[in-house]
């Protein structure tokens, strides 16, 4: 089941392509006609994460909802509704976590901000875009 704050998100916006495609929130995808205008107004679906591209070894309870262009690490809900990243083929090891959506949201927009110039270039071609390995917000 689809966590309440993702259905408020959702509510406002289908997904989101941010500082580039750098980190993507899925959304519902109405058609899959590959045209480029077409593409370039249609989320990755949140059902092509959840049933057809499903990292391996993921508990059943979990939804995918994301990921980051740099190395395809998958965001999801962990059972608490708490944020989790996993590498993008198998559900462990949990690479970070938040506490919220929200806390994921607003820390990722600031951190990928500072990552780019006023212009929308990315300063350090180099750099991951993918936030430091590590839990650093409790246990998953």
Same mark, same amino acid.
């Given at each position: 089941?689809?966590?309440?704050?993702?259905?408020?998100?959702?509510?406002?916006?289908?997904?989101?392509?941010?500082?580039?495609?750098?980190?993507?929130?899925?959304?519902?995808?109405? #058609?899959?006609?590959?045209?480029?205008? #077409?593409?370039?107004?249609?989320?990755?679906?949140?059902?092509?994460?959840?049933?057809?591209?499903?990292?391996?070894? @993921?508990?059943?309870?979990?939804?995918?909802?994301?990921?980051?262009?740099?190395?395809?690490?998958?965001?999801?809900?962990?059972?608490? %509704?708490?944020?989790?990243?996993?590498?993008?083929?198998?559900?462990?090891?949990?690479?970070?976590?938040?506490?919220?959506?929200? %806390?994921?949201?607003?820390? %990722?927009?600031?951190?990928?901000? @500072?990552?780019?110039?006023? @212009?929308?270039?990315?300063? #350090?071609? #180099?750099?991951?875009?993918?936030?430091?390995?590590?839990?650093?917000?409790?246990?998953?």
């Amino acid at each position: 089941k689809l966590p309440a704050v993702m259905r408020d998100f959702y509510a406002r916006a289908n997904g989101c392509s941010l500082f580039g495609g750098a980190l993507t929130i899925d959304g519902l995808r109405f #058609d899959y006609d590959r045209s480029l205008a #077409d593409t370039a107004r249609q989320p990755v679906s949140i059902r092509t994460a959840n049933m057809k591209v499903r990292p391996k070894c @993921a508990d059943i309870s979990s939804i995918f909802f994301g990921w980051y262009k740099y190395d395809g690490s998958c965001l999801l809900f962990g059972r608490d %509704e708490a944020v989790l990243m996993c590498p993008p083929s198998v559900a462990q090891p949990i690479l970070y976590r938040w506490n919220s959506f929200p %806390e994921m949201l607003v820390s %990722e927009v600031k951190r990928l901000a @500072a990552m780019f110039d006023d @212009a929308g270039r990315k300063i #350090d071609k #180099d750099a991951p875009t993918i936030p430091p390995l590590a839990i650093t917000r409790g246990t998953a």
